[in-house]
């Protein structure tokens, strides 16, 4: 018998091989050499008693304003609280799937009014007698115990996959508080970009209406023609649309920004600057590394388990269910007499059905729970490899985007110092009187359209 109790008849399994490259494509920094504490925001080498989602690696830009929205957002988002909640639903779920390994015990208390026919006595009386009956009320106290063996492993399957469930449920809370906490950063920045544009736009607009200005007075003299000043006109009204824009989209940016902390807009008051120093150089470790810390895998990886256990659970539906069970307590027709020892009344067996049940014809729902269950399993491994695959989609784009943003950022600098450069040279001819305010201002103009950039 405890041969039997220990059968279990989840298969094992292994995860996909999937090929793991040596280093990622587009990885071109040098691998981290020294090994830092989570809390203070540098990177740190990747083990299995530090989980990436515990380090506050915002604080690596060195912002107490981001770190304030951090703690906010982690705190109010609604999103989260929702995740969280998911979580605890799935503990209790998994509490719930391990109550059947254990017996169940219930005591129970109350009176049944009953009346015999007349013709169930009359049965059994001598012949012309004539049955009186009359209702007559019985007190019953009585406990039961139940026990289902569970042979086969059907509960305890049953409870390992909501197990694997509820630790599924908590990678996917990691997963999103990850996100949450990116978004956040990004949402900050991309304000302070647009801040920083829209100050530029605005700069852009004096400089156009002074161009105007003095195209209109040189028209008035007969200097330059209407088409002059119309494009001079043209180029003030685009710079006002384009200022416009970059105003909508940084209502836009702090309306969302307000969402991710959990506050309506009317009540975000933020004040943003640029970045003091370049960002923290990010690296990207090994890439059999990126399987372990990334919580969407980790997701995967346990729903795989869980169906696993699953098709155990259904295997189990081919073989006989043995549920012990005990009843015993006091039945009388008065509440004095109710706990009298002559009162006494007990049962072994099932209280309902039998001891052993074996499947035997069930119109093929067996068959369709395991097919059922088959197809779960081969669903959760091509989820795996799905996720394997954009786990190091998204690793590659963020490297070849970091990169080539680099490339563009240096020769936009370039620009802005050589539209400087002009800039002086055009300041200096034209207080001089080598060349024109006009031509002044245009430098002037491009001078700010490479800042923007």
């Given amino acids: 018998m405890m041969l039997l109790a220990a059968c279990d008849l989840s298969p094992d399994y292994d995860l996909p091989n999937i090929s793991m490259p040596s280093v990622f494509k587009e990885d071109t920094q040098q691998p981290l050499a020294d090994v830092a504490p989570a809390t203070d925001?540098?990177?740190?080498?990747?083990d299995e008693t530090a989980k990436i989602e515990e380090f506050a690696w915002w604080r690596m830009f060195k912002d107490p304003k981001l770190d304030a929205l951090m703690e906010q957002a982690l705190r109010d988002n609604p999103s989260l609280a929702v995740a969280i909640e998911r979580v605890n639903a799935a503990r209790a779920v998994s509490r719930t799937a391990f109550a059947p390994l254990l017996p169940e015990v219930n005591v129970g208390f109350g009176p049944e009014r009953q009346l015999q026919s007349a013709a169930s006595i009359n049965a059994n009386l001598p012949p012309n007698a004539q049955a009186v009956t009359k209702p007559y009320t019985l007190y019953t106290a009585r406990g039961t115990i139940t026990y289902d063996l569970d042979l086969f492993g059907q509960n305890r399957g049953r409870a390992r996959a909501a197990d694997r469930d509820a630790e599924a449920e908590e990678s996917n809370y990691r997963a999103a508080r990850l996100t949450l906490q990116a978004e956040v950063a990004q949402a900050y920045y991309r304000i302070a970009a647009l801040r920083g544009e829209d100050a530029i736009v605005t700069q852009t607009i004096a400089t156009r209406q002074q161009n105007v200005t003095l195209n209109r007075l040189k028209n008035d003299a007969g200097l330059v023609d209407s088409l002059v000043l119309s494009q001079a006109e043209t180029d003030l009204a685009t710079a006002k649309a384009e200022g416009a824009s970059v105003a909508q989209s940084l209502a836009v940016a702090e309306h969302a920004l307000a969402a991710l902390l959990g506050v309506v807009p009317s009540e975000l008051s933020l004040t943003t600057t640029s970045l003091a120093s370049a960002p923290p150089s990010i690296p990207a470790g090994l890439p059999s590394s990126l399987l372990e810390r990334r919580p969407d895998i980790q997701q995967a990886v346990k729903l795989i388990a869980a169906a696993n256990e699953r098709i155990g659970v259904a295997r189990g539906g081919y073989f006989p269910d043995i549920s012990l069970s005990a009843s015993g307590g006091s039945v009388a027709g008065t509440l004095g007499d109710l706990f009298k020892w002559s009162s006494r009344t007990w049962a072994v067996g099932p209280l309902a059905g039998t001891i052993l049940t074996q499947p035997i014809f069930s119109g093929g729902r067996v068959a369709a729970a395991r097919a059922e269950t088959d197809a779960n399993f081969l669903a959760a491994v091509a989820t795996y490899r799905g996720s394997v695959l954009t786990a190091f989609r998204e690793v590659e784009d963020q490297l070849s985007g970091v990169r080539y943003v680099n490339v563009q950022e240096a020769a936009?600098?370039?620009?802005?110092?050589?539209?400087?450069?002009?800039?002086?040279?055009?300041?200096?001819?034209?207080?001089?009187?080598?060349?024109?305010?006009?031509?002044?201002?245009?430098v002037d103009r491009q001078l700010l359209a490479a800042k923007r950039s």
Avoid at 41 to 46: A, I, L, N, S, V
């Fill in 41 to 46: 925001g540098t990177w740190k080498r990747f």
């Fill in 412 to 442: 936009t600098r370039d620009a802005v110092a050589a539209a400087t450069r002009a800039r002086t040279v055009a300041k200096v001819r034209f207080e001089n009187g080598y060349s024109s305010q006009l031509d002044y201002l245009d």
